[in-house]
């Protein structure tokens, strides 16, 4: 089984057409060593750089630079990379072979791929993950998974805050950096993504059909039947042999009719007549019963009005009455007589009348209860006379048609017929324009039910491919979790493992039971802990990066690039000791692991048991020969 990867085989930094810097890399542990100052984090920015990461905060040296450029091992075969030393959106330019290659070939062979995916040319991200076999993943928040959102978790710089897991950048989300940790753990969010965006897709289109197959429904007859095809082509089928039979009755009229015509002729006459002077009836009967009920609705409108009204003003009548009885009168409010001493607040203030303060707040209480009875009751008997109204409209819209029709039928069977013959033949042609129009409205009926049928069909397939994608998407969602319990374990038993290893500096690392890892919240637990001593942060941020490229060589299923860049190893104050220890740990462990794996790191205090060609890259640095020959 192949696995993901890449590596820096040579980095070369240019300046007005000559080298700068120019060091070959290897697989394994890389180690630029040399003083603080001497330009280390410069070329850890510039592998940054090269590799897809935005970046524009350069030191004044590398900014006067032209361009970086990189030769590449990948799983998919060797690119050169070139990219000019400007902003972070600075495109880069690609040629598919190694560095000997590309400068035999000037600018020929090199395609130039924005840092971002744009809509009409696919980005770096995208060539360098195909190279690498890593899927080419999108987060949740629908934002491309680019190789800056993937080198912020490979890359430990002095810049972001120790307990800080991911690279700072300003505009981060929680989304993006569950999405890069899932991706590097060997989760399928690429295809997560895409079933979710599917779903959402076809949900709109299945509404869309819905919508349209409700709407087609709505205009159809109320026989049910009428919606189906088959059912409107019988039908369509006896209206013709219909047609048939009355054409042929029209024609052999005079073989068809017999003496006994005329007699049925004048009963049929006197019959409809009957019908239509009975429609005229029950059609005046219901006018004016509509109108009673009409009369009704607004008396009981203005009543139901009246009642809301008195209930309204009920609660202010009360309080009137509390503030006047405690007006403490003293003169008549007729004749302005002096009033006697009151008998006490259980009396009238003016004629001395005992009362009965309960008594009263009782009364208005039973009035409140009998105007909301009287109003509940009026509400239900305007809603039945509304509802009687709306029945007594639909009962007279039918007699008002249904009398129509047959005054038509009538008018033209005894009014313009003089004959028997003439009756049975105007009948006859009737119906042939009723079947004409019937059939004209079957056929319209009948595009219909086919447009129904398709958008039920369409609606099924819709419906099968959204529950395919849902059963699949809870399988990969089960699969993930399992997946990424199984990641995070090895990675946090790597780590745990890394911190034992520590210098007797932090109690906690000795006996430490787990180390959490949550990308969303950017953090690691150790313990449930998360703050400890600075140079103890660094130190827990850079086992959990190291553990999350052990593990990958230890599993194929990771899609990590088995790729790690530290320039932080002594930062915040860490003493030598623990710095060269740690050194020691990378060291060891890149020799246990069983893919190939590239660590690169930089140190100002070089553990001088390294110090073998096979690890060390370049010359010890100083003031005096520092990273970049600028001169």
Known sequence: MSYSHFHIRRLRVLLKGA?????????????IRGENGSGKSTIADFIFYILGGEFDNWKTVAANCDEVQAEVATQGGVLTLRREIDRAQTPMHVFFGPMVDAEQHGLDGWETYPIRRSESRESFSQVLFRASGIPEAQSQGAANITMNQLMRLLYSDQRTPAAFLFRFEPFDTREIREAVGDLVCGLSVYELYEIELNLRKLDKQFDEKNRQYTALLSVLPPDEALSRVETIDSRVVNMIAEYDRLATEIDNVDELLDSGRAQEFIAGQKKAADELRNYRKQIALNEQNLHINELEVADLTNFLEYLEDLAEKLPRAQTSSDIVGNIDFTHCPACLAPLSDSLGPEHCVLCGTKTDPEHERSRYLQIKMDLDIQIRESRQLLEEKKRSSANMEREL???RLNYQAELSEYTVRYEISISPRDSFVAERYQRLGQIDRELS????????????????????????????LKDRQKALEVASGQRRRQALTRVSETAKAILKQDLDRQDEFQNAQSVAVNFGDNSVLVDGELNFAESSNVIVKNAVILS???AATQDKKFYHPRFVLFDNIEDKGMEQNRSHNFQEIILRASEDAELDHQIIFTTSMFNPSLDEDKYAIGPHYTHENRTLSVG
């Open 19 to 31: 080298s700068v810097y120019d060091q070959s890399f290897h697989a394994g542990v890389n180690i």
């Open 397 to 399: 819209r039918r007699l």
């Open 441 to 468: 409205e079957l056929t319209r009926l009948r595009e219909r039910a086919l447009e129904i049928q398709s958008l039920s069909d369409e609606k099924a397939a819709l419906q099968e491919q959204i529950n395919s």
């Open 548 to 550: 999350l490229l052990l």
